[in-house]
């Protein structure tokens, strides 16, 4: 089986910078096992409850996904949908269980929620008002009249409908590991869908096609995946095939998509190109921030790795800020991280700023990865463990590098497993997980809560 991952790729690492506040400003919680768990219920079906992503205001959406295996490594099809919206600040459930969709991503006021048709040959993309959430006493569920069809993919040839299902809950966690990079918090989103021509003598020809929905129902067809936002005709040439989508977040009521583009070596800069997406008939505005900071061991400029809200950027050697053309600094010192034998270090699921990054980490040697949940200080110029943290305050152990979820193959995906998965809100309050118990074997969730 293989592991799902959006990774970071970074050199090793340490930071020494001043803050405002840190780790010790946040609350360690215990979260419902029903947030997060994984299980065969008794007509041999996999139910998996899963939290998907956090607004600002510290909602938690998850889903709660039912699947029939084959009995091999594929799966019949998906048998249940549904989701739920979980209040992290009065550790109450706001809405549960939402029927007939798989909340992928919540913002201030909208979710977005994913759809498989009955039939299995249709994937549904909707956006739903928070406020407009009924509970139907008499069915013991939750609807929503109030979401809007924004999507409809249908294909035109005929595909089993157990690939068409593992392609959906795989997409599901393609959302979550992807969160923040193809919705935004005003539920503008990037939907990803599959050509006419899937199959062609048991090979794949087509690619990937995208749409890109802005929350006032406008829509553009997106023709380059890698880099969707490039097919706009005007930025074509400007933007480089390979930069990669980094974050897409709504600025000042503008849609915003920011792009990262790898230095060459010691020739030329990494860049991070900033393209708004104003209402109306205006068109989109690109603009270019060089990242030129060159590190002195090497001679070679760093590398952008990761922007987030408030316009920072995280690099190989520190964090500086867009708004100063990248001259504000923090730099970081020479114990970041200190894996014993680790030739590089992989960070994903990850949130940065000026006071702490958390992040799911991995520290590689060439034949294996140890993986941790971190988080680092900056006040204090220290690390700090999950499972630390979990051991000084209950009683039970967690095993950050057990699985927590399992896929099924579809198309020409194989099996794979998930690991430790970890969420946080936009402005950095709340941080989530879902891992095991390193004894008992079952779920354990946390949240990580800034007491403001």
């Not at 959006?6 to 340490?14: D, F, R």
């Not at 780790?23 to 919680?29: F, K, N, P, V």
């Not at 939290?51 to 709660?64: E, H």
Request: negative net charge.
């Amino acid at each position: 089986m293989s592991k799902y991952q959006t990774v970071l790729k970074v050199g090793l690492l340490s930071l020494s910078a001043s803050a405002i506040s840190g780790i010790d400003d946040y609350e360690l919680r215990r979260l419902p096992i029903s947030l997060g768990d994984e299980f065969t219920n008794a007509v041999g079906d996999v139910r998996q409850f899963m939290p998907t992503s956090i607004n600002n205001a510290g909602l938690m959406a998850g889903t709660r996904l039912t699947w029939s295996p084959d009995g091999g490594d594929r799966t019949l099809g998906v048998t249940g949908q549904a989701s739920y919206i979980y209040d992290l600040e009065t550790r109450t459930y706001l809405a549960q269980p939402i029927a007939g969709m798989a909340i992928t991503s919540i913002g201030d006021e909208v979710y977005i929620g994913k759809k498989l048709h009955p039939n299995g040959k249709r994937w549904q993309t909707w956006r739903c008002p928070i406020s407009g959430l009924v509970e139907d006493a008499v069915r013991g569920v939750w609807t929503n009249p109030g979401c809007a069809l924004i999507d409809n993919d249908y294909l035109d040839q005929n595909v089993d409908p157990g690939d068409w299902a593992g392609f959906f809950l795989a997409g599901i966690m393609m959302n979550v590991a992807g969160n923040g990079v193809y919705t935004n918090q005003s539920g503008s989103t990037i939907v990803f869908d599959l050509p006419d021509a899937v199959y062609s003598n048991g090979s794949s020809n087509g690619t990937l096609k995208a749409t890109y929905y802005k929350n006032d129902a406008v829509s553009m067809v997106l023709d380059d995946v890698d880099n969707p936002l490039e097919s706009f005709p005007q930025l074509i040439g400007e933007i480089s095939p390979e930069a990669e989508l980094s974050f897409f977040t709504s600025e000042f009521g503008s849609d915003v998509a920011y792009f990262i583009m790898e230095p060459d070596a010691s020739v030329s800069p990494g860049k991070v190109h900033r393209v708004e997406l104003p209402d109306g008939p205006i068109l989109p505005l690109l603009s270019t921030v060089e990242i030129d900071w060159m590190d002195p061991e090497t001679g070679e400029y760093v590398a952008p790795l990761a922007i987030n809200s408030r316009q920072d950027v995280l690099t190989q050697k520190g964090v500086c800020s867009l708004s100063s053309g990248c001259q504000q600094r923090s730099s970081f010192g020479p114990d970041f991280l200190s894996f014993d034998g680790a030739e590089y270090v992989v960070m994903s699921s990850h949130y940065f700023d000026h006071e702490i990054i958390a992040a799911l980490i991995n520290g590689c040697t060439e034949f294996e990865c140890s993986p941790g949940v971190y988080f680092y200080d900056f006040n204090t110029d220290s690390f700090e463990t999950l499972t630390a943290l979990v051991d000084a305050k209950f009683p039970e152990s967690v095993d950050v590098s057990a699985t927590t979820y399992t896929m099924p193959a579809f198309l020409y995906a194989g099996a794979a497993e998930v690991g430790s998965q970890m969420l946080s809100s936009r402005n950095g309050k709340y941080f989530s997980f879902t891992t095991r118990d390193a004894n008992s074997g079952g779920f354990r969730n946390y949240v990580m809560k800034r007491n403001d």
